[in-house]
């Protein structure tokens, strides 16, 4: 069995070195998921967008998200993170510098384009799962 150190480190390692996943907002009643790029930092993921988007809107209106990040294959023993978590909106230079690439430019113009913002993920828990160290899921709740 893990202990928690293991659990958050796991959950740490699977952060880093999974960059594609979905995020699911709620457009009134409806969830809608996209798949998005992630950044991690420590346990808060990052993702960009534009402006123009109903991802942004949604949030705006509900800021309660979903992040599915790490499955790879099938079956038992591919673990991943299921993470509830608040999406805060955010537009400052330093936000955007870090976390802009060149690959984005088929959205948006460059770093300093109108419309280009960044999305905070911030955890209220996460729960590791399918892994195999572990007799069901681990959950980390945040406050």
């Not at 796991?10 to 969830?31: A, F, N, W, Y």
């Not at 993702?47 to 949604?58: F, H, L, M, P």
């Not at 209106?61 to 790490?70: A, D, M, P, Y």
């Amino acid at each position: 069995m893990m202990h928690q150190e293991q659990i958050n480190e796991e959950v740490i390692r699977i952060l880093s070195e999974h960059k594609v996943g979905t995020l699911s907002t709620m457009k009134g009643d409806q969830p809608f998921s996209r798949y998005m790029i992630f950044r991690n930092e420590e346990f808060t993921l990052y993702t960009i967008s534009s402006k123009a988007t109903e991802k942004v809107q949604d949030i705006l209106e509900n800021n309660k998200v979903h992040i599915l990040l790490g499955f790879e294959g099938g079956g038992y023993g591919k673990p991943y993170i299921d993470m509830t978590a608040e999406a805060t909106i955010h537009d400052d230079k330093a936000l955007k510098d870090k976390f802009w690439h060149d690959n984005f430019r088929k959205y948006l113009t460059g770093p300093d384009d109108p419309n280009y913002i960044v999305i905070r993920c911030e955890p209220k828990s996460i729960r590791l799962i399918n892994h195999p160290d572990l007799d069901g899921p681990a959950t980390i709740k945040f406050d």
